[in-house]
């Protein structure tokens, strides 16, 4: 390998090192609001909180830091 293919692997492995930090600090963000909002629900009987918990998963399941992960295509 020469100077410049090593370069540019080093720079292309930044960039996805980067890119996956991002993906991983935005997913840790909602699981944290998961887990506080889950705290927050055990006040509530059981039935109201089944919808509380139930609304709490679709809306991360809808949410874009989330979509992001889950819904792309590995390059292999």
Known sequence: ???AQIEA???QMTNDLY???KKYT???NLIRELKVEYVNS???PIFPRYNIL???IKDIM???????VCHEVDAV
């Open 62 to 68: 809808h949410h874009q830091e989330y979509m992001e």
């Open 54 to 56: 139930k609304d709490l």
């Open 42 to 44: 055990k006040v509530y």
């Open 26 to 28: 935005g997913l840790r």
């Open 9 to 11: 692997e080093n720079t």
């Open 19 to 21: 890119r996956l930090l």
């Open 1 to 3: 390998m020469t100077t």
